[in-house]
């Protein structure tokens, strides 16, 4: 039986600020589990299908040999010294080493913030003798140059190591991978995604995150947790260790946990994305997104509805979640004060983070967003917004101050019972992969034509996927070497000008001369001429096109949406349908990650 659903297609302008929200309504079959299966792709289908648990269970057997830790520290030699105050001073083990995670970013960015440089400076005290903080008090006293420039130089010594030796390392990082970087799962090796413990050093965090700079401790077998099957050979703990707790779970996919010590967050050793557990969980955060098609009329009713309701609570509720859909805000968290850096997204949003203008810019019922997203990114955003809205933000901003909530009724946790209520596994992550998968199908429908070379198909992609990291908020600073890079490019495209032009010159010069010859020597050279200059043409057309794609690309981050929020089947659905091929938008790890939808992919699929 065919169903039918409305499409929901939306269009984004590319302009950093996304002034408007347009929905085209059309008609079709949709069958969300068999949709544009290809003919061909039955078998490697059963691949993915094949020993899925109908309850939570992920695995029945579960094998491994545990993370490989990083080497134990080094001590500097005897010739390398820490000063203070003008004077050599011999560190213990334990400060000596903190002091190397700071000498070795002397040159960074990092330590010229104030942030930095106290949490650094109280966590290095923690782990110096009584004797030592008696001594150091003061990090303006302390000298790190020396240790900076040993660090330096072991670089500069590794970049100059001969190919026997690199190979030498290459072939033992190659052992330690076949050691510790697969596992049988259900009697089958898979690959481990990272089996190696973070060493320690000094947190970076992102933006101004008020914990930059604090001690990552080094990880222990006593702080990591063991997960395998209960008949399988238990990871052995490093000599002399032991491991905190060995379980038995196979609801869970990870192999090994542990609590790291800045944040508090739980760090995993998981499969690889390329595996077949992780293929699946991509598959169904992608057909639930697509589901939302068939629902998304009615929630858009509904929260249009709450708009006008008597309880406060469900206006709020309303409003933020149209701005959700409309704005592909994230949700947001609670957070304790000073454990990260303040962000916020839609349900953490304060009174500070929004202006309200009868008009602006031409524009009724206009809406000015400037608060810091995820990663401390910042958000800047003018759009209108229906008037009903328009009102509610009024109403919900009365007698508040500046630092108290927008949405003081509700919190993500309602939110997303909420959502979830609509539509089973329905939250506001889903609504953000659904809007921007939409909106990326829709605009490489728009901008993509067979007639095209394929750097021009390749520049229409980027620009549709820049659609949506626009839509995303995914941001990015300039990298440091853009400047470098594109006056190399110029002088490239400037180089590449004159060849043409003399090319072209020589081109004339010898339809002068078969003019006059009339030769079939005369005539060969005219058209040996007029081959290098349509090769110069072309070369010069690939390079400005480079040239234009760098550009746009400058502070928009491409990344996040193709691998987090994008259903790579319709990248591998239009590569197929426009003849591009894959490697061109996907790079190995990606091919590896985005299997499933390579092998089930043809070019019919649309999201």
């Not at 923690?126 to 003061?138: F, H, P, V």
């Not at 604090?214 to 702080?223: G, S, T």
């Not at 968290?333 to 953490?348: I, P, Q, R």
């Not at 108290?404 to 979830?420: Q, S």
Request: charge should be positive.
């Amino acid at each position: 039986m065919s169903r039918y659903v409305f499409r929901i297609v939306q269009v984004v302008n590319y302009s950093l600020k996304l002034n408007g929200h347009t929905s085209v309504i059309c008609l079709r079959n949709f069958d969300s589990s068999r949709q544009n299966l290809p003919k061909n792709a039955t078998k490697k289908r059963r691949r993915w299908e094949e020993g899925q648990s109908l309850d939570r269970q992920k695995w029945k057997t579960l094998e491994h040999k545990g993370p490989l830790f990083p080497p134990e520290y080094e001590p500097l030699p005897k010739n390398v010294s820490f000063y203070y105050n003008g004077k050599a001073v011999r560190l213990s083990l334990a400060a000596e080493e903190v002091v190397t995670f700071y000498a070795k970013m002397l040159d960074h960015e990092y330590t010229t913030k104030e942030t930095f440089q106290k949490n650094f400076f109280a966590d290095w005290r923690e782990e110096m003798t009584a004797e030592e903080r008696d001594l150091i008090r003061k990090l303006s006293k302390c000298d790190f140059q020396e240790i900076h420039k040993y660090f330096v130089e072991k670089a500069e010594e590794k970049k100059a190591m001969t190919k026997e030796e690199k190979r030498a390392l290459k072939e033992e990082a190659n052992k330690q991978t076949e050691e510790y970087g697969y596992c049988l799962l259900d009697g089958h090796r898979e690959k481990i995604g990272n089996f190696r413990v973070e060493p320690p050093g000094l947190f970076r965090g992102r933006g101004e995150h008020p914990k930059m700079g604090k001690l990552k401790k080094r990880i222990l077998p006593e702080d990591i947790t063991i997960n395998c099957s209960e008949d399988s050979k238990i990871p052995v703990a490093p000599k002399g260790h032991s491991w905190k707790k060995v379980q038995h779970d196979n609801t869970v996919t990870w192999l090994a946990s542990w609590v790291e010590n800045v944040q508090g967050s739980i760090k995993y050793i998981m499969l690889n994305p390329s595996s077949k557990l992780k293929g699946e969980k991509d598959w169904q955060k992608y057909e639930i997104a697509r589901k939302l098609k068939l629902k998304v009329d009615t929630i858009r009713r509904q929260y249009c509805s709450d708009w006008k309701s008597r309880e406060m609570k469900k206006r709020q509720r309303g409003v933020a979640v149209y701005f959700i859909d409309k704005l592909a805000l994230r949700a947001g968290n609670e957070k304790e004060e000073g454990e990260t850096a303040d962000t916020v997204g839609c349900c953490s949003l304060r009174v500070e983070h929004i202006t309200l203008h009868e008009e602006l810019d031409g524009q009724e019922n206009m809406v000015e967003f400037d608060f810091l997203g995820k990663d401390s990114i910042r958000y800047y955003n003018k759009v209108p917004v229906e008037k009903r809205v328009f009102k509610n933000l009024k109403l919900f901003m009365e007698n508040k101050n500046p630092e108290d909530e927008l949405f003081d009724r509700i919190n993500t946790t309602y939110l997303n019972k909420t959502l979830n209520e609509s539509m089973m596994g329905l939250t506001a992550k889903v609504f953000r992969t659904f809007n921007a998968s939409t909106t990326l199908q829709d605009q490489l429908n728009k901008l993509t034509h067979a007639d095209m070379s394929l750097e021009e198909k390749i520049l229409s992609y980027n620009r549709a996927n820049r659609a949506v990291a626009i839509l995303c908020n995914h941001q990015r600073a300039a990298p440091k070497t853009f400047e470098k890079s594109m006056q190399l490019l110029q002088e490239k495209i400037a180089q590449k000008r004159k060849q043409l032009d003399e090319a072209k010159k020589e081109l004339k010069t010898a339809q002068t001369q078969h003019k006059v010859e009339r030769t079939d020597k005369s005539r060969k050279l005219v058209e040996k001429k007029e081959k290098a200059v349509e090769r110069l043409e072309e070369q010069l057309k690939k390079l400005l096109l480079q040239m234009t794609d760098r550009e746009e690309n400058k502070v928009i981050a491409l990344g996040t949406s193709k691998l987090n929020y994008l259903d790579p089947r319709i990248s591998v659905a239009w590569c197929k349908k426009f003849g591009v091929p894959v490697e061109k938008i996907y790079n190995k790890t990606q091919r590896d990650k985005f299997a499933w939808a390579i092998d089930m992919t043809d070019e019919d699929y649309e999201f």
